[in-house]
Each structure stands twice: as C-alpha cells, then as structure tokens.
C-alpha cells in the first residue's frame, strides 16, 4: 500500500512559481504528477522513476517545470516557474508500483493510469 500526500498548492501571479510536494509511504517503480482543470480530462504532466533514471515531462510543461525527489525525505517536488493561467488546477500525486516504465503515466492516450493517489492540491494562477 501506497500513500501520498501533497502540500505546496496556492495562488500565485502569472509569471510567478511554486512549488509542491509529494510525502511518499511505501514501495513504488513511479511517481507522477497529474493535473485536472474544472470541465477538463485529468493529464499527467510529469513522471519520475524512484530512482530518478526516467523523468518524463508533458509538452504543455516542458521547459517550465521540474520533477524531482530526496529519497531522504521519501519527497517528490514538483518545481513550477513560469506559471500561467492556464496551469490553474488541481494537482494530484500518484504512483504505482507495476514495471510499465514511468513514461506511460504522461503519455496521452496511453491508458495506463496509477494505482494510488493523493487528495489533491489546489494551483490557482491569476493574470
């Protein structure tokens, strides 16, 4: 069993950056970030493996946002600069612990989805 739990959701000015953070208990093969906007389909945005060898980003957020973890600390960030209205949503921690290779939780269409999730945390940007 898998637990997660976000923290680092706000409001924050167009331009502007924030970070979230994913407190992870127990086994995991990825860990990913996803986000859903209100009347929107839920889509990942980034995918890390827990040993950091595959990161995968969506096109919508390359170059803008950073994934990355301290296994110390059994912690996921999500570092978001750059932020834009459309970025606003609510942002949930997942993983899994099935072999699949992380990228499939960020590839449109893919049809893999992860088997635990957080509660969310709310990202709201303002222009």
């Known amino acids: 069993q898998v637990q997660l739990v976000e923290t680092g959701g706000g409001s924050v000015q167009a331009g502007g950056s924030l970070r979230l953070s994913c407190a992870v208990s127990?086994?995991?093969?990825?860990v990913a970030w996803f986000r859903q906007a209100p009347g929107k389909e839920r889509e990942g945005v980034a995918s890390?493996?827990?040993?950091?060898?595959?990161?995968v980003y969506d096109d919508s957020v390359k170059g803008r946002f950073t994934i990355s973890q301290d296994n110390s600390k059994h912690t996921v960030y999500l570092q978001m600069n750059s932020v834009s209205p459309e970025d606003t949503a609510m942002y949930y921690c997942?993983?899994?612990?099935?072999?699949?290779?992380?990228?499939?939780?960020?590839?449109?269409?893919?049809?893999?989805?992860?088997?635990?999730w957080g509660q969310g945390t709310q990202v709201t940007v303002s222009s």
């Open positions: 997942a993983a899994d612990a099935r072999p699949l290779g992380c990228g499939v939780f960020v590839f449109r269409g893919s049809g893999f989805v992860p088997t635990y």
């Open positions: 127990g086994y995991s093969e990825c």
């Open positions: 890390t493996s827990t040993d950091g060898s595959v990161i």
